[in-house]
């Protein structure tokens, strides 16, 4: 193994909360840890992890919920030179099996259970910091795709501050003041928005799980200057009453960061209006990151609907039989890293053809090289020819006022081969044709859905995805085969 050179992460937090100790650095769930607190439970955990064998390429499973144990589990994991795999604890037994058994972790940090290190564990051990080691890799996450098949992603980087807080350049994170992270540390956004935040300095105000108008609070009394959002949380906060949003002080907050999920081209031009097109960034790559595009409001503009152009790796758009097509022609789009492999998969095979690896996204570069997103190719629903793409038809669903969530999936039709059905999480009041009212004056008639079903529960989850596989699988129970272009 080569030598790296770099600041291992559990060295570069210890340098923080020496050089400013009681500087706050996370509050979740109403408890506040100063940097010295964080460090010195993190280096019990640690000791206490090297006791269990702990060393490094040593895989860690981290079964919390979002807080404080979470993040001084974390730390404890890269001080101890392992590699974090963090694993939902909402998930039932049977979900969470085949993950842990991709995984083999050599220990799992869970608060109950058979064979696994309470988070509270290490109390008898020393304050100070283990040895600085480079946990190699850094980070093993699940993947948040809609297969249904378990899939672990690990990054080829070692676990070196100068190269995971890279992040934090790109997300526009200043250094110093306080980040509000809003989404579940399992899922890539958020994990790397926390990772990069406390190497910044920042103040971690964590949420233990989303609420709207619990952000616009924490925003405002910890003077947030940076947030995470995914569209999904973004849609929750517009939907607050006017006055309450008009009455949040937001003037600390100089980014609004977005990324996670395509969005609404209403939905953005409503932030940008609220907050100013210079504090609205998006982001768009994969948890593999072969490459990053970034788009700021104030190219959105001139730019409507776009992710932006390359930050880092290529992009280009093919068609099935992986041709390059030309701007605003949609396609397959196709990602390929500056130099080197950014990732492995565990429990995957890569679709790639050797240099260039496609996610499954569909979408177009325009003639300034900016890239916009349709949606997924599994998701695609083809009807009587024409292709519809889920996500707009949700976007302006979700435009409604009366409408807090949507998702939309191809069903079977005997004439069309696939037809739109829209699940529909709404208002009392709101009915079918109230929607199909909306819509009609918003999309071309073959993309209407055909059907509706009203839920009384979100339908997307706390990182903002929705699973339109699972959903269409209910409704369509062992289907022999699937019409083409359907979920």
């Not at 009455?247 to 100089?254: V, Y």
């Amino acid at each position: 193994m080569s030598a790296v050179t770099g600041t291992p992460l559990g060295v570069a937090v210890t340098r923080l909360a020496t050089a400013e100790p009681e500087t706050p650095a996370l509050t979740c769930g109403g408890v506040t840890l100063s940097r010295r607190e964080l460090d010195e439970r993190a280096n019990r955990l640690a000791w206490e992890l090297r006791d269990h064998g702990v060393r490094v390429g040593d895989r860690v499973a981290i079964v919390l919920p979002n807080g404080v144990d979470f993040v001084v589990a974390l730390l404890a994991v890269w001080k101890a030179g392992g590699t974090p795999v963090p694993i939902s604890d909402r998930l039932p037994a049977a979900e969470r099996k085949p993950v842990l058994d991709l995984a083999r972790p050599r220990i799992v940090i869970a608060a109950s259970g058979p064979g696994t290190l309470p988070p509270s564990a290490g109390a008898g051990q020393p304050e100070s910091a283990p040895p600085g080691v480079v946990p190699q890799p850094w980070k093993i996450l699940a993947s948040g795709g809609s297969t249904g098949r378990p899939k672990l992603i690990a990054t080829v980087e070692p676990g070196i501050a100068e190269r995971a807080g890279l992040f934090g350049l790109a997300a526009q994170l200043p250094e110093g003041g306080a980040a509000l992270v809003t989404a579940p540390l399992t899922h890539n956004g958020p994990f790397m928005s926390l990772t990069a935040a406390l190497l910044f300095g920042k103040h971690v105000v964590l949420m233990e799980r989303f609420d709207a108008a619990e952000a616009l609070r924490l925003a405002e009394r910890h003077r947030v200057d940076w947030m995470y959002a995914v569209p999904t949380m973004m849609h929750r906060i517009w939907r607050l009453p006017e006055a309450d949003r008009a009455a949040a002080d937001l003037s600390a907050l100089r980014v609004l960061f977005h990324l996670g999920a395509p969005i609404a081209p209403w939905l953005k031009q409503a932030w940008i209006d609220w907050l100013g097109p210079e504090r609205v960034w998006e982001l768009y790559a994969g948890t593999e990151a072969q490459a990053v595009t970034r788009i700021s409001g104030t190219e959105w503009l001139a730019h409507r609907g776009s992710v932006g152009r390359p930050l880092t790796g290529d992009i280009e758009v093919r068609d099935e039989s992986g041709r390059p097509l030309g701007p605003g022609r949609v396609g397959q789009v196709w990602m390929r890293p500056d130099a080197g492999p950014t990732y492995t998969y565990i429990g995957a095979t890569a679709r790639s053809d050797g240099r260039w690896e496609c996610l499954g996204d569909l979408g177009y570069i325009d003639a300034d090289g900016y890239l916009y997103l349709t949606d997924r190719d599994t998701d695609m629903i083809l009807v009587g020819g024409s292709n519809v793409y889920p996500a707009e038809v949700e976007g302006v669903l979700e435009e409604h006022p009366g409408v807090r969530s949507a998702a939309v999936i191809g069903l079977p039709d005997e004439d069309l081969g696939s037809v739109p059905h829209a699940i529909v999480q709404a208002d009392a009041g709101v009915d079918e044709t109230a929607l199909l009212t909306h819509l009609r004056e918003r999309l071309a008639a073959y993309k209407l859905p055909r059907t509706f079903e009203f839920v009384t529960e979100p339908l997307r989850d706390d990182a903002g995805k929705i699973r339109r596989t699972a959903l269409r699988a209910a409704r369509v129970p062992a289907e022999p085969c699937a019409a083409a272009g359907t979920t």
